[in-house]
T-cell receptor, first 112, second 111 residues
């Protein structure tokens, strides 16, 4: 079974703090993704990575950065958290040979 | 206009009824279509995956794609309370790996 894990299920941070969200997959997948999910807006792609040290902007990259130093780990960074970044953050991975994504359980981030 | 549109619901049905879910999309480049189920406070899980127009069946689930009208559907037969969840449709271009999601439809199956 493919397993995608995220470092925290729930996180509460203050405005201006630097926030790290970590995602780890155990299936040697090349591609990893970060989405945020908000009511009425669905899932929106923030960043994705198709290889170690490679990254591509998604639809809403502003206010976020990412890091992929190892194949199994993809980190999402909020340099200076703001209240409008309160959301559910979902990580996903998939191998190059298929188009089906596997999702982690999500991190519900609240920025006060 | 969003590339993939879904009615947000909620769609409420009695147990045993057929659940009918629909999405429309605007991007002709989409080749593959997925349906995900998401329970509250969990990540989405893949239910069905289709390529090209036509039907695909898996147990109680049937996915339909009509590329001429840019319309995709998911039918759930003999619905159960455990089918209560949000259902997300998504499209993907053949050449890339970026999924474009609809907003999701919340389904409630009442015992």
């Amino acid at each position: 079974d493919v397993k995608v894990t995220q470092s925290s299920r729930y996180l509460v941070k203050r405005t201006g703090e630097k926030v790290f969200l970590e995602c780890v997959q155990d299936m040697d997948h090349e591609n990893m993704f970060w989405y945020r999910q908000d009511p009425g807006l669905g899932l929106r792609l923030i960043y994705f990575s198709y290889d170690v040290k490679m990254k591509e902007k998604g639809d809403i990259p502003e206010g976020y950065s990412v890091s992929r130093e190892k194949k199994e780990r993809f980190s999402l960074i909020l340099e200076s958290a703001s209240t409008n970044q309160t959301s559910m953050y979902l990580c996903a991975s998939l191998p190059t040979s298929t188009d089906t994504q596997y999702f982690g359980p999500g991190t519900r981030l609240t920025v006060l | 206009q969003k590339e993939v549109e879904q009615d947000p619901g909620p769609l409420s049905v009695p147990e045993g009824a057929i659940v009918s879910l629909n999405c429309t999309y605007s991007n002709s480049a989409f080749q593959y279509f997925m349906w995900y189920r998401q329970y509250s406070r969990k990540g989405p899980e893949l239910l069905m995956y289709t390529y090209s127009s036509g039907n695909k069946e898996d147990g109680r689930f049937t996915a339909q794609v009509d590329k001429s009208s840019k319309y995709i559907s998911l039918f759930i037969r003999d619905s159960q309370p455990s089918d209560s969840a949000t259902y997300l449709c998504a499209g993907i271009k053949a050449a890339g790996n970026k999924l474009t999601f609809g907003g999701g439809t919340r389904v409630l199956v009442k015992p």
